[in-house]
């Protein structure tokens, strides 16, 4: 079964750091892009960092020069540095990512994780 796995989550105080980390399991023969959203209570989901199948990557405006988001292409991994987190970072945070099961031709399919909860403390 093809799963996104998330991990890292926690409860921190304002200006420190955590690294989310999500893992692609199962039948994947390839990831493309892939990606990090957050929902917030309340609020919709939002894109917060891409990183393209060619590496390139760019960035919510509210998380530049603090988040930095990486892959490794060889493991269907992907991680999110976070430094000097803010209150207003407090939201759910999903791995979602392009995916092609099993062959070259079948995908990509936008999957998604089950999130990791990030409470940042003021």
């Known amino acids: 079964q093809t799963q996104l796995v998330e991990s890292g989550g926690g409860l921190v105080q304002a200006g420190e750091s955590l690294t989310l980390s999500c893992v692609g399991t199962?039948?994947?023969?390839?990831?493309?892009?892939m990606a990090w959203y957050r929902q917030a209570p309340g609020k919709q989901r939002e894109l917060v960092a891409r990183?393209?199948?060619?590496?390139?990557?760019n960035y919510a405006d509210s998380v530049k020069g603090r988040f930095t988001i990486s892959r490794d292409s060889g493991k269907n991994a992907m991680s999110l540095r976070m430094n000097s987190l803010k209150p207003e970072d407090t939201a759910v945070y999903y791995c979602?990512?392009?995916?092609?099961?099993?062959?070259?031709?079948?995908?990509?399919?936008?999957?998604w994780g089950q999130g990791t909860q990030v409470t940042v403390s003021s």
């Open positions: 990183i393209f199948d060619d590496g390139g990557t």
């Open positions: 979602n990512a392009d995916v092609f099961i099993a062959s070259p031709d079948n995908g990509p399919y936008s999957w």
């Open positions: 199962g039948p994947i023969f390839k990831i493309g892009d």
